[in-house]
């Protein structure tokens, strides 16, 4: 069974600053990854994918990924109190079994 | 966007008593999910579906079941319910391959 690390399990960060935050999968045949972000007591959205290897920006949201160490890496910058949430990732192996396994996510607090 | 809706929305069940959790779909997605989220465990998954008539054993599906009698429909029945079992509910559809999940509102259910 795959499993989706991430790092940190929490993170603070100043408002105007930079948001890191990390994963990784345990299974070598991971070809998709996602980066959902939940707010407190809603449901999970998609944030951003990445399928291939290199690095993908929308807005302030940064994601990059690399297959060979099956690491997917998610930046914030200018970061705003809205953007605390908890960031969930998740991966999936193609073809056949349509079943993506999440990790236990990152919470992240911007303060003003 | 994909418009997923759960019933019902909060439920106190007892011990011991059967409860069902309804998820409806308009968008025609082959794939629905059921999840439950606890603090320190993330997203866990419960049972899915590639279509009606199908249902398939998620990462935990002790103690529950699951039912697709339409394309738009799937419910997760505890036949038997226990406190264990207390948590937040998602349902989630997707297309397929390279699934992006997208969820409900969620249920939160309470085992007396």
């Known amino acids: 069974q795959q499993k989706v690390q991430q790092s940190p399990e929490s993170l603070i960060v100043p408002e105007g600053g930079m948001a890191s935050l990390n994963c990784t999968s345990s299974?070598?045949?991971?070809?998709y990854f996602w980066w959902y972000r939940q707010h407190s007591g809603k449901s999970p959205k998609m944030l951003m994918?990445?399928?291939?290897?290199g690095e993908k920006e929308e807005g302030r949201f940064t994601v990059h990924l690399n297959k060979a160490s099956l690491h997917t890496s998610l930046h914030i910058r200018d970061s705003q109190p809205s953007d605390s949430a908890l960031y969930l990732c998740?991966?999936?192996?193609?073809?056949?079994?349509?079943?993506?396994?999440f990790g236990k996510g990152t919470s992240l607090v911007v303060h003003p | 966007e994909a418009a997923v809706t759960q019933s019902p929305r909060n439920k106190v069940a007892v011990t011991g008593g059967k409860v069902t959790l309804s998820c409806n779909q308009t968008?025609?997605?082959?794939?629905m999910y059921w999840y439950r989220q606890d603090t320190g465990h993330g997203l866990r998954l419960i049972h899915y579906?590639?279509?009606?008539?199908?249902?398939e054993k998620g990462d935990i599906p002790d103690g529950y079941k699951a039912s697709r009698p339409s394309q738009e429909n799937f419910s997760l029945i505890l036949e038997l319910a226990t406190p264990s079992q207390t948590s937040v509910y998602f349902c989630?559809?997707?297309?397929?391959?390279?699934?992006?999940?997208?969820f409900g509102p969620g249920t939160r259910l309470l085992v007396l």
């Open positions: 989630a559809s997707g297309v397929g391959d390279q699934d992006t999940q997208y």
């Open positions: 299974d070598r045949n991971v070809d």
């Open positions: 994918s990445i399928f291939s290897n």
């Open positions: 998740a991966a999936q192996i193609s073809g056949g079994n349509y079943k993506p396994t």
């Open positions: 968008n025609n997605h082959n794939n």
């Open positions: 579906s590639y279509g009606a008539g199908s249902t």
